[in-house]
């Protein structure tokens, strides 16, 4: 059955410093792995997604993510943090192995970015 | 992207009583979803919304609580029966836009229940 951890409840960073947000899964076959943003009182917002290709996929708002096949990671990425990243977000894979239409998410890591 | 509208965006329900979540989708949307984010918690899939039949659910989740109705493409509801507080939640609309493979899924803005 396919999961995805994420480590971190929350994560705080001081705005202007790199931020990092960890997520490892687990499936059968191979990932089709997303990061979602949700803000205060708002819906999911789609930020990026690897399926195939390139390691270092890039995505809305300057956010970027690193596939790790070795490691089964996927850590949300951005060099510069603003205050106005601090939300809720989300790492989500799906199974290709199992028809992959099922998107599982993890349990979310809150980002704090001081000014 | 796919737009997707949910209505209510909130309701404050009494015990007991049952609600209609609808969910419209732009016309590109193939498969939708009903998912459940209790507060401070993550996203659990409720169902597969399935075109002209019942749909599928997951593990935990009945038809009983939680009747669906996809009767076209782009249109589906969530009916959330005998309401408890337990109940209170956010319930979001999803869908993917063409196969599911490796496509995003999409969300709508939720609707927020709070049962009294």
């Known amino acids: 059955a396919q999961s995805v951890a994420q480590p971190e409840d929350q994560v705080n960073v001081a705005e202007g410093n790199p931020l990092t947000v960890k997520c490892t899964y687990s499936?059968?076959?191979?990932?089709?792995l997303f990061w979602y943003v949700q803000y205060p009182n708002r819906g999911l917002q789609f930020l990026l997604k690897?399926?195939?290709?390139?390691?270092l996929v890039k995505g809305s708002y300057g956010f970027e993510a690193e596939f790790n096949k070795s490691q089964t990671s996927f850590h949300l990425k951005k060099p510069s943090a603003l205050v106005s990243d601090s939300a809720l977000y989300f790492c989500?894979?799906?199974?290709?192995?199992?028809?992959?239409?099922?998107?599982?998410f993890g349990a979310g890591t809150r980002l704090f970015v001081k000014a | 992207s796919a737009v997707i509208s949910q209505k209510p965006s909130r309701d404050i329900c009494q015990r007991g009583t049952s609600l209609t979540i609808q969910c419209q989708v732009d016309?590109?949307?193939?498969?939708m979803f009903w998912y459940r984010q209790q507060p401070g918690q993550s996203l659990t899939l409720i169902a597969t919304?399935?075109?002209?039949?019942?749909?599928?659910?997951e593990s935990g989740f009945v038809i009983d609580k939680f009747p669906i109705s996809r009767p076209n493409l782009t249109f589906s509801t969530l009916t959330v029966s005998n309401m408890s507080p337990e109940d209170s939640s956010i319930y979001l609309c999803?869908?993917?836009?063409?196969?599911?493979?490796?496509?995003?899924?999409?969300f709508g803005e939720g609707s927020w229940l709070t049962v009294v």
């Open positions: 989500a894979v799906r199974d290709a192995a199992t028809g992959g239409f099922k998107t599982i």
């Open positions: 499936v059968s076959g191979n990932p089709y």
């Open positions: 690897y399926i195939t290709g390139d390691n």
């Open positions: 016309s590109q949307v193939t498969m």
């Open positions: 919304a399935n075109q002209g039949s019942e749909a599928t659910y």
């Open positions: 999803s869908g993917i836009v063409g196969t599911p493979s490796g496509n995003t899924i999409y």
